[in-house]
Every structure is written in C-alpha cells, then in structure tokens.
T-cell receptor, first 110, second 113 residues
Framework: LAKTTQPISMDSYEGQEVNITCSHNNIATNDYITWYQQFPSQGPRFIIQGYKTKVTNEVASLFIPADRKSSTLSLPRVSLSDTAVYYCLVAARGTYKYIFGTGTRLKVLA | EAQVTQNPRYLITVTGKKLTVTCSQNMNHEYMSWYRQDPGLGLRQIYYSMNVEVTDKGDVPEGYKVSRKEKRNFPLILESPSPNQTSLYFC????????????FGSGTQLSVL
C-alpha cells in the first residue's frame, strides 16, 4: 500500500486558487488516487478521483504527472467554507484496505 | 436520502464495560468499514467487510470486533474498552470497496474513562 505525504497545514485567502500536493513515491501500477474533504464534526466526503493526467469536476481538479509519484488537488477560488482537512488516499484496484495520510488542514482567511 | 448512519453520536463509558457502536447504510452497498481518527494520526482502518459474513482486519484491529449479518448493518463491538480506545470513530461504505468512493457516517466520539 502506497504511503502518502502531505503538508500539515496551509493558509489561503478567499478568492485564491489553492493547490495541495500529495507525494506517493511508491505508488503501484494498479493504484488510483482519491481526495477527501473533512469538515469539523463530520465524516470525510469524496471530492475527486483519478488515475493519470487531469481530472476535473464541479468542485476541483486533480493533476497527476506522468510518473504518478505525486498528485495535486486544485481548488479554484476558495471561500471560507472550504476551510477543512483534505486527505489524499492511494489505493490499489481490487483491495479493500485503505491507508489515509494525516491530511492537510486548509484555512481560508477573509 | 442516501446515508450512513452511526449511533450513538457521543458515548462516555468506563473501562471494561462492553459497548456496541452501530452503523447502517441505505444504499445497498456491499462494502463497509470502520476507522478511528486520532489527532496527528489521521484515519486508521480497523475492520472492513466485503459482503455479508465476510470481514477482515484493517491496520488497527486489536481490541475490536465486528459482525456483518445483514448487508445494511456493520456494528463495531468493544468487548472490554480501554482508555486508549478513546477516539473518534467513523463508519464508511461503498458499492464494492474497490475504486469506489467511500461514503462516511457523521462519526461517534467515544470516551473511555
């Protein structure tokens, strides 16, 4: 199972684009990358998932370089309500075991 | 509304007193799992279940039991709770557990005195 490393915390201002990078140097061929968002007193919530290149949905974009050893979650024009902890998860296809990292605490300032 | 429901939301107990935290999902998911969340340690998987009557250990299974008698329910059992099991617990489910996004419950804050 690939181990992930993320920055512990980040600060940003409203309206800015925020990029959170996750390092997963020992990612395997069958691994895919998923990001979750967690607000205080709530369970994590799925944001986006990808395998390679770029994935975009209505909430975020996920950039994965060719070597797949890292990935970047991009949140466009953040607001105060984006203040949360963001987790990067790398898991193999066909596995049921998940190892979450310690997450990145994003604080959006007015 | 599609959801994962955990009960209770908060629980304070004493060392050695057996307790059960319930988890139920209404999405007909095959996969369910339990996690504990501790400051600085992120989410750690306790047990998971691929389907009814099929369960397996996660990374931190010691001191916990689970059962999956019905597809929708996956209770977490602490036979003899200890203070080091004081934590925030989350139940999650997904369609198959592989490549699927996980749906999490709202959590159960357990304090063992």
């Amino acid at each position: 199972l690939a181990k992930t490393t993320q920055p512990i915390s980040m600060d940003s201002y409203e309206g800015q684009e925020v990029n959170i990078t996750c390092s997963h140097n020992n990612i395997a061929t069958n691994d895919y990358i998923t990001w979750y968002q967690q607000f205080p007193s709530q369970g994590p919530r799925f944001i986006i998932q990808g395998y390679k290149t770029k994935v975009t949905n209505e909430v975020a974009s996920l950039f994965i370089p060719a070597d797949r050893k890292s990935s970047t979650l991009s949140l466009p024009r953040v607001s105060l309500s984006d203040t949360a902890v963001y987790y990067c998860l790398v898991a193999a296809r066909g596995t049921y075991k998940y190892i979450f990292g310690t997450g990145t605490r994003l604080k959006v300032l007015a | 509304e599609a959801q994962v429901t955990q009960n209770p939301r908060y629980l304070i107990t004493v060392t050695g007193k057996k307790l059960t935290v319930t988890c139920s999902q209404n999405m007909n998911h095959e996969y369910m799992s339990w996690y504990r969340q501790d400051p600085g340690l992120g989410l750690r998987q306790i047990y998971y279940s691929m389907n009814v009557e099929v369960t397996d250990k996660g990374d931190v299974p010691e001191g916990y039991k689970v059962s999956r008698k019905e597809k929708r329910n996956f209770p977490l059992i602490l036979e003899s709770p200890s203070p080091n099991q004081t934590s925030l617990y989350f139940c999650a489910s997904s369609f198959t557990g592989s490549e699927e996004k996980l749906f999490f419950g709202s959590g159960t804050q357990l304090s063992v005195l």
